[in-house]
């Protein structure tokens, strides 16, 4: 089993923990605020088994049916992150509305604040790991799973300061409508996360920064070669695929421009983890002048 899946597989023991801590905050309290935060959470534990899937389903290697890998995976388990954020914000909106008719009063309770306190740490800290590490190893469902779980913190800290001000001011509608506040953040952050997946699926280009780095790099190994033109790149998951041309003399063996596109496609790769490079080599009548010029 890899690293990235037995994360994807903590986020439920993780999600599981900060559950039971929540609804424990909710019994001790009776705030309808609290009670949305922890319905919040139900959605965290199945979007955790989405990302479960799609790591898994990622991984494997490529086959006949998907010569290019199952990298793209990821990004429909991120919609559905993105979509359950939604339908938590949605749930947060009823829970709020049915305590604002109800106005049922909230007890003082220290214990069940500091326990809704210790489950946004552990929630804080876990998302914090996971988007660092999904970005940094090019996981989509991790860091989708990340942001899901920082809604989740924010929820519970807008939550923490509504029961307070319940109590200081007497007002017991605080609770209702700091809950729809919440409401909405979370909202705004299923949108985000679902633009973001979304991007990917439609093969979305490499950053611009990444792109100078391309082209530095023919520019810099492609010594031999007389230009490179028609640039794209588009990214999948961990993987970043590379295609351009390269025009080289006309006189030039076979070997010599396959040694040239080896010596490219190795940078490139040592510099971009995942990058898969295609090179299609053009003889010096197709040059256009434009595009990298080699050194």
């Known amino acids: 089993m890899n690293l990235r899946l037995q994360i994807a597989l903590a986020s439920i023991g993780v999600g599981v923990l900060v559950l039971a801590l929540k609804f424990a905050a909710y019994w001790l309290t009776g705030s309808v605020a609290l009670y949305s935060d922890a319905l919040e959470t139900t959605v965290n534990i199945a979007s955790s088994l989405a990302t479960v899937f799609a790591v898994w389903f990622s991984s494997k290697p490529a086959d006949s049916n998907h010569p290019y890998g199952h990298d793209k995976a990821e990004y429909f388990a991120a919609v559905l992150v993105g979509v359950m954020i939604v339908l938590a914000a949605i749930s947060i909106f009823a829970a709020a509305w049915q305590g604002y008719v109800s106005n049922a009063p909230v007890t003082w309770s220290p214990v069940g604040l500091g326990v809704n306190v210790l489950a946004a740490a552990i929630n804080g800290g876990w998302a914090w790991f996971l988007i660092k590490y999904g970005r940094s190893h090019k996981s989509p469902a991790l860091v989708a799973d990340g942001k899901h779980l920082s809604s989740d913190v924010i929820t519970s800290l807008g939550v923490l300061v509504g029961v307070i001000l319940v109590f200081v001011t007497g007002w017991q509608v605080l609770d209702s409508l700091l809950a729809a506040c919440v409401g909405i953040a979370v909202l705004w952050t299923g949108w985000e996360v679902m633009k973001e ?29 007389l230009e490179a033109h028609d640039l ?29 596109c080896d010596r490219i496609e190795e940078a490139i790769q040592e510099d971009i983890p995942g990058a898969r490079v295609t090179i299609h080599v053009e003889p010096e009548h197709k040059a256009k002048h434009s595009g990298i010029v080699v050194l």
Do not use: C, N, W
């Open 197 to 225: 997946s979304v991007s990917g699926l439609m093969d979305e280009a490499a950053s611009a920064d990444v792109l100078q780095t391309i082209r530095d790099l023919i520019s810099e190994h492609g010594e031999g070669a």
């Open 232 to 260: 794209l790149t588009r990214i999948a998951g961990r993987s970043t695929f590379v295609e351009f041309h390269l025009v080289v003399p006309g006189a030039m063996s076979v070997e010599k421009a396959h040694a040239i």
